[in-house]
Antibody
Framework: EVQLVESGGGLIQPGGSLRLSCAASGFTVRTNYMTWVRQAPGKGLEWVSIIHSAGSTYYADSVKGRFTISRDNSQNTLYLQMNSLRAEDTAVYYC??????????????WGQGTLVTVSS | QTVVTQEPSFSVSPGGTVTLTCVLSSGSVSTTNYPSWYQQTPGQAPRTLIYNTNTRSSGVPDRFSGSILGNKAALTITGAQAEDESDYYCALYVGGGIWLFGGGTKLTVL
């Protein structure tokens, strides 16, 4: 059974840093595309970042230069390092697997999310 | 800056049919944008409904269907039920490794 469990959220002051984790089971993070999606309170979904199986990484303009996506193959875990946090980064952060094969590309499994609150 | 636009809200009667759309500001939506649709109820994680334009995820009732209508991606619910009252989001791959979500449509069934 595929499971994604996020952790690491919490209350952080503006300008601070936080690292989110997403522990995967039922599949291998290293051989899949993995993504982070966030949702500010009362707002819609916003795509944040993706890491391809080959290691390429991509970011939304809103987080480029501040956030870094990575993975630990030995732990089968995805990470999101968030630096220089702003109030507008306050959101529930979801990790998801991005299923990618020829002719297919979509987010198929989602975690339950972890809340990040940026406030003084 | 490219944006994806959805109707903010829609209402449908039980048993009725509704089509939600997904517009790409930079041009027409095509299959190469890999349109997908996600359903979300308050406090829950998104659930994948439709992917690759028109493929239903496992366990999704066949009253949900996806398509491309003209220059837009579309999600049609035929025979809406009370439990379909949710927020619906489309996602499009816009190239260069980047995905975009639409702003979501709040569907009311009444």
């Amino acid at each position: 059974e595929v499971q994604l469990v996020e952790s690491g959220g919490g209350l952080i002051q503006p300008g601070g840093s936080l690292r989110l984790s997403c522990a995967a089971s039922g599949f291998t993070v290293r051989t899949n595309y993995m993504t982070w999606v966030r949702q500010a309170p009362g707002k819609g979904l916003e795509w944040v970042s993706i890491i391809h199986s080959a290691g390429s990484t991509y970011y939304a303009d809103s987080v480029k230069g501040r956030f870094t996506i990575s993975r630990d193959n030995s732990q089968n875990t995805l990470y999101l390092q968030m630096n220089s946090l702003r109030a507008e980064d306050t959101a529930v952060y979801y990790c998801a697997r991005a299923f990618r094969e020829v002719g297919e590309y979509y987010f198929d499994y989602w975690g339950q999310g972890t809340l990040v609150t940026v406030s003084s | 800056q490219t944006v994806v636009t959805q109707e903010p809200s829609f209402s449908v009667s039980p048993g009725g049919t509704v089509t939600l759309t997904c517009v790409l500001s930079s041009g027409s939506v095509s299959t190469t944008n890999y349109p997908s649709w996600y359903q979300q109820t308050p406090g829950q994680a998104p659930r994948t409904l439709i992917y690759n334009t028109n493929t239903r995820s496992s366990g999704v009732p066949d009253r949900f269907s996806g398509s491309i209508l003209g220059n837009k991606a579309a999600l049609t619910i035929t025979g809406a039920q009370a439990e379909d009252e949710s927020d619906y989001y489309c996602a499009l791959y816009v190239g260069g490794g980047i995905w975009l979500f639409g702003g979501g449509t709040k569907l009311t069934v009444l």
